[in-house]
């Protein structure tokens, strides 16, 4: 999954979560700044964070994508800031 700062300044991402349909997976950024015009990918894999990839820690698909092929959908992600509020959402 990708998150693209759109804006003109960094944004401090800690305290920041990504929940899928129905909050069966979290995702909470303990420290990340993004930077203006920045991307982040985060990744479902376990893996070492590093640069603009960050990694959840788990071992399973956690944000589905879209499978045109089997005209299946994947979960919808929810970006919901540090005070709670919902910033963003995609459908995968």
Same mark, same amino acid.
């Not at 990744?43 to 960050?54: A, C, D, P, V, Y």
């Given at each position: 999954?990708?998150? @693209?700062?759109?804006? +003109?300044?960094? /944004?401090? %991402?800690?305290?920041?979560?990504? &929940?899928?349909? *129905?909050?069966?997976?979290?995702?909470?950024?303990?420290?990340? @700044?993004?930077?203006? +015009?920045?991307? /982040?990918? %985060?990744?479902?894999?376990?893996? &070492?964070?590093? *640069?603009?990839?960050?990694?959840?820690?788990?071992?399973?698909?956690?944000?589905?994508?879209?499978?045109?092929?089997?005209?299946?959908?994947?979960?919808?992600?929810?970006?919901?800031?540090?005070?709670?509020?919902?910033?963003?959402?995609?459908?995968?």
């Amino acid at each position: 999954m990708k998150i @693209t700062n759109g804006g +003109k300044t960094s /944004v401090n %991402l800690k305290g920041w979560n990504i &929940k899928d349909e *129905g909050a069966k997976h979290t995702y909470i950024f303990s420290s990340y @700044t993004l930077k203006s +015009k920045a991307t /982040v990918t %985060l990744r479902s894999g376990i893996s &070492k964070s590093s *640069g603009s990839t960050l990694y959840c820690g788990k071992n399973i698909f956690i944000w589905n994508n879209h499978d045109p092929k089997h005209k299946e959908y994947g979960d919808t992600a929810y970006l919901w800031n540090a005070q709670g509020k919902l910033v963003s959402s995609k459908k995968g």
